[in-house]
């Protein structure tokens, strides 16, 4: 959570220096109580293009949107920290997420030739119940501005809602180049999500261990008695 704080504290102070280079125009956003009808003018195909379209497509899909905007290798990413998950839970004669993502006559072969894509969007039920917070309660969104770091980009984008239980949220969204545009990385949230689920790291304890008792000493022999 440090370095999510650190990355939305450097978005915030380059905001004014990446505007430019990110061909937003300065459109003011929408005064309080006001219909969101200004839209933000970003370059198509713009790091903050894509997380607009990103965060929207969430707003209406849910999680299952996710396939469509992650980068092919944290796609594949994602399912090599689940795949341990199922096999742990095969093992163990359960059947929770198998049945809830593949079906009840799966197996774990399926799973694990499953393709990446597909098997995001077969673990978006899932997900959307153990990422119950997701940036769908919003009803005006504006990109603040984009902070490069080597080759990927984060986005920093407020998104609000006229309701009072909802308010103002800051969201960053992280993407890498590919193939001349931009895809998203798995989010810190997504990843905490998916470890939360793996059980056995809480039942990784180090075996007790055994050290050898010393043996008695051999009892000194007695002074035999008179006769």
């Known amino acids: 959570m440090g370095y999510l704080r650190l990355i ?4 915030i102070a380059a905001v004014s220096l990446t505007t430019a280079a990110e061909n937003v125009q300065p459109v003011p956003p929408p005064t309080e109580g006001a219909q969101d009808t200004a839209v933000q003018a970003l370059a198509p195909g713009s790091p903050g293009w894509v997380a607009r379209e990103y965060l929207i497509a969430v707003r209406e899909r849910g999680f299952a949107a996710e396939a469509e905007f992650l980068h092919p290798d944290e796609m594949a990413r ?10 742990a839970e095969s093992a163990s004669g359960g059947r929770a997420l198998m049945n809830a993502t593949f079906g009840r006559d799966a197996r774990m072969a399926e799973a694990r030739l499953a393709d990446p894509a597909d098997f995001l969007r077969r673990f978006s039920r899932v997900m959307s119940v153990r990422m119950p917070d997701q940036p769908t309660d919003y009803d005006r969104l504006w990109v603040l501005g984009t902070v490069k770091e080597g080759e990927q980009v984060h986005v920093l984008v407020r998104l609000s809602s006229t309701s009072v239980t909802v308010g103002e949220r800051l969201e960053v969204v992280s993407l890498l180049p590919f193939e001349g545009g931009w895809k998203l990385r798995l989010s810190p949230k997504l990843e905490a999500a998916v470890l939360a689920m793996d059980r056995r790291s809480g ?4 075996a007790p261990r055994l050290v050898p008792r010393p043996e008695p000493p051999a009892p000194s022999p007695q002074p035999s008695e008179a006769g």
């Open 8 to 11: 939305i504290f450097g978005l």
């Open 78 to 87: 994602f399912k090599s920290m689940l795949i341990p998950i199922f096999a």
């Open 203 to 206: 039942e990784r304890r180090p």
